[in-house]
């Protein structure tokens, strides 16, 4: 597959699972060897002061750099910025960062060697995955740590994840050389925080395609009322997520028995009746994310900013994560709702009303059902609530007050994403009890769709009366949402 000048984060989505080998474009590899050559030429002369180039870097910008050392001086700068620490990177995320990385560098305004670029590509084509870190980036001056540890191996040194992924060796050796300005290309930019938030994006997408489905079947199993998904209600306040949400939830719902029964109650609790307005709110911010998302990964986020045909070379600061920093911190606060919205409607369907028996068991006393189900939901829940402070109001100056405000949006991106794996965790227990709730419902049926979602849980996971461990039966549910 050829990289093209704008991909969108489908298509990026699509090139990952279909493991394509990626090419650059003719076009690409001109606009990288032309820069490259206008870059060397500026300071052949000797004369002229470029940062990052033949000066030092962050606070020590001022010092100029002997002609002699410019190599030295790329290289020990991705060295001493190696600096990560904490849990591993996932290696999905290793692999969009060097695909984020090559599409900043093949756009020619980055100064580096077209085989620095293609040895990247390299890296992708043949998930050489160098070992990166968690903890290390202030989201400005772009990820200079994890780009770092990202960047080593290209040089020979670093470590890199084995074949098998499952154990770390030293790089092999290797023939490049890395020429001005390069060392600063490579860990300048914010491909961090984008392969993170497209791994978020990615997930999340997923997360409020299933919240719809499953906020259909808890109010068959709850027995509730259509009157709030009816069209007339939403047309008068248009926001499109919530138009899109109530027409889902009467399509997945359509045929069912349940639904169109008389109802002995007038309303619904909130977790069922504000369905569209909570979901669809959700949704709204998911696109928004997406969009700043889709821009990000499309453009050049190192400095400084090189333009061969304006005969300029701008220190500027397209590295600074704040677009992303905020919309990250969003983007979890609206995800964790999905998340907070389904804990309550496992809560509703569990304390047995509507002709429910407690905690959905028929022999309650001896047996607890999924008590403790709601618990973990709750905790769950909690957690999200603490992890959704948002990391973009925090700064601290970093380089001796060169660096005076800074994003924090690497902690957006990494907490961001424990969010989501989290409400996929609540997602699944809310799956079991609404599948179980509805089959007290019985002989009434809900729609197709929904009964033939039911067998499926009942062939993957045992949720039968009587008391079991639940958490196995949860373990084998989240397992088939992720496969389905």
């Not at 870059?39 to 180039?53: A, E, F, P, Q, R």
């Not at 969009?96 to 093949?106: N, P, T």
């Not at 609404?434 to 499926?456: H, I």
């Amino acid at each position: 597959m050829e990289l093209v000048n704008y991909h969108t984060i489908s298509e990026i989505e699509d090139l990952l699972s279909s493991n394509k080998k990626l090419n650059l474009s003719e076009n690409s590899k001109e606009k990288i060897k032309n820069c490259n050559a206008y870059l060397l030429s500026k300071i052949s002369d000797g004369n002229s002061t470029i940062y990052g180039v033949n000066t030092g870097f962050g606070s020590l910008c001022n010092t100029r750099i002997d002609s002699k050392d410019l190599a030295q001086l790329q290289v020990n700068l991705i060295r001493s910025h190696a600096c990560g620490m904490g849990d591993y990177v996932p290696h999905d995320i290793i692999k969009l960062m060097l695909l984020l990385k090559v599409k900043s560098l093949s756009y020619g305004h980055s100064g580096v060697q077209l085989k620095t670029v293609e040895k990247l590509l390299d890296f992708f084509n043949t998930s050489t995955l160098p070992v990166i870190y968690e903890l290390g980036s202030l989201g400005a001056s772009g990820d200079l740590a994890p780009l770092s540890h990202m960047s080593l191996p290209l040089i020979g040194e670093g470590k890199v994840w084995s074949k098998d992924s499952q154990t770390i060796e030293s790089a092999k050796p290797s023939d490049l050389v890395l020429g001005p300005k390069e060392g600063l290309a490579l860990i300048n930019g914010t491909q961090f925080m984008q392969a993170y938030g497209l791994s978020c994006l990615f997930k999340a997408k997923k997360i409020l395609e299933r919240a719809d489905v499953h906020a259909a079947l808890c109010l068959d199993a709850y027995d509730g009322r259509k009157e709030p998904f009816l069209n007339f209600s939403h047309v008068i306040r248009p926001h499109k997520g919530q138009l899109d949400t109530a027409k889902n939830i009467l399509e997945h719902l359509s045929g069912s028995q349940i639904l169109d029964q008389n109802k002995a109650h007038v309303q619904d609790p909130y977790s069922f009746r504000c369905v569209p307005q909570v979901h669809g709110a959700s949704k709204d911010v998911y696109h928004q994310v997406a969009s700043v998302f889709e821009t990000e990964i499309n453009a050049v986020t190192d400095n400084p900013n090189v333009f061969p045909d304006e005969d300029l070379v701008l220190s500027a600061g397209n590295f600074h994560g704040q677009p992303l920093a905020l919309h990250l911190d969003f983007l979890a606060i609206a995800i964790a709702e999905i998340g907070s919205i389904a804990e309550r409607r496992i809560y509703r369907l569990l304390e047995g009303k509507r002709d429910l028996p407690a905690f959905l068991t028929s022999n309650p006393g001896l047996e607890s059902g999924l008590m403790i189900a709601q618990y973990t939901a709750a905790s769950i829940v909690s957690q999200n609530k603490q992890l959704c402070t948002p990391s973009s109001v925090d700064t601290i100056e970093s380089s001796n007050g060169q660096e005076d405000h800074v994003s924090m949006g690497a902690n957006a991106a990494t907490k961001c994403l424990k969010v989501i794996k989290n409400v996929e965790r609540i997602q699944a227990i809310e799956l079991l009890t609404a599948s179980k709730a509805l089959r007290y419902r019985s002989p009434l049926k809900s729609s197709d769709k929904l009964e033939k979602l039911v067998r499926n849980i009942e062939k993957v996971a045992d949720i039968s009366d009587s008391d079991k461990v639940w958490a196995d039966e949860v373990g084998k549910i989240q397992d088939y949402l992720r496969d389905n």
